[in-house]
């Protein structure tokens, strides 16, 4: 059995958690999860596993790279709060593009793949749903520092480096500091309080069940370069709202539809944007849910989650 090493950073984080969870269900990989925090964010990730890293601090990379010698390298660690990163931009930087920087170094020194997470917010909007090769063009803060963390990861060595790019990640990850979408429409819902929901932003949200299948397709079948990997739907944040309503069984007529010009946000974001994952499908045999059977699979596990009976996994 081969037993690859992987290391996963900001595994604390709404990806982190489920890549944790589903490479550590499989023999052939030897994990180490890694967050800002001494301990792990769930009980679902071993403190044996686990250890404290700093994406920032290189030698804490270097550090880890001489004790774990990973052969893999998956950064899930980003500051994502998009307005934050408009407000916050040196520590925006530090994080997003310079820490893959140190990675990168790391990995080049050691013939280590590095696995960079990125975003449709490398893109303007304009004329999405987009391919892997349009040119980007972003139009805030955050998204300039992806860009640039993505061109770090480039440097990893030849051969040596994936860029994955997705957008609205959805979840079942628990202890996180901000709600993902589901989340927070759910949540709101479920206390009768009137959310606006954007008309005029278009995206392919992303399970991360489906993410995480896919990212270990990209390490089974050694895949480099750039990779789309989110869902197949696109819709606008409204209708997306809507369809949560329905699968979580909540009343829909506190999802208000709004336009987002309407709303003062320090940062701009691209109003069309989604991603074709033509080239997932084809070269990995990536297969994500439905949105719909995609949200019953999150609403078994949340209630699983709750009452402690075994995941109904159907679909796993
Ligand atoms: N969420 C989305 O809708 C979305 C859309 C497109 C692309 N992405 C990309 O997908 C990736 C994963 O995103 P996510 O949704 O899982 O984000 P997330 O939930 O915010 O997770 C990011 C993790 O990184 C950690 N982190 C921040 N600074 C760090 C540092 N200096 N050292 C180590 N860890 C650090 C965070 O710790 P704390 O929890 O302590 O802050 C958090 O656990 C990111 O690259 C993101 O840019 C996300």
């Excluded at 013939?111 to 805030?140: A, M």
């Excluded at 790019?165 to 990850?173: D, E, F, M, W």
Aim: with cysteine; aromatic share 8%.
């Amino acid at each position: 059995m081969a037993n690859e090493r992987i290391l996963i950073t900001g595994a604390d984080g709404l990806l982190g958690q489920e890549l944790v969870q589903k490479l550590g269900e499989r023999d052939s990989y030897k994990l180490l999860a890694t967050g800002r925090e001494a301990a792990p964010r769930t009980e679902d990730t071993p403190q044996d596993d686990y250890e404290k890293l700093d994406v920032c601090q290189a030698d804490e990379i270097q550090r880890i790279f001489a004790d774990f010698s990973p052969e893999y390298v998956i950064n899930c660690a980003a500051m994502t709060a998009v307005d934050a990163c408009e407000n916050n931009r040196d520590e925006c930087w530090r994080v997003n593009a310079q820490a893959v920087e140190h990675l990168a170094k790391a990995c080049h020194s050691r013939g280590t793949h590095l696995i960079q997470l990125s975003t449709d917010f490398v893109f303007n909007g304009k004329n999405g749903p987009y391919r892997e090769n349009d040119r980007p063009e972003p139009l805030n803060f955050y998204g300039k520092t992806k860009l640039a963390g993505e061109n770090a990861a480039r440097t990893a060595g030849v051969g040596k480096w994936t860029i994955v790019r997705t957008n609205v990640i959805y979840g079942a990850a628990t202890g996180l500091p901000r709600m993902d979408f589901v989340e927070w429409v759910c949540d709101n819902l479920q206390n009768n309080k009137i959310i606006g929901a954007y008309t005029d932003q278009w995206r392919t949200p992303s399970y991360t069940h489906d993410l995480a299948l896919g990212i270990l397709r990209i390490i089974h079948f050694q895949k480099t370069g750039v990779y789309n990997l989110s869902g197949r739907e696109l819709m606008n944040m409204y209708d997306f709202a809507l369809t949560i309503a329905q699968a979580f069984d909540l009343d829909s007529k506190f999802i208000k539809p709004v336009l987002q010009n309407s709303d003062n946000q320090p940062a701009r974001r691209p109003k069309h944007t989604g991603l074709i994952t033509l080239k997932a499908e084809t070269e990995l045999d990536y297969r994500p849910l439905s949105i719909k059977a995609a949200l019953a699979h999150l609403r078994l596990r949340k209630k699983s989650a709750r009452t402690g009976h075994p995941p109904v996994d159907a679909w796993c």
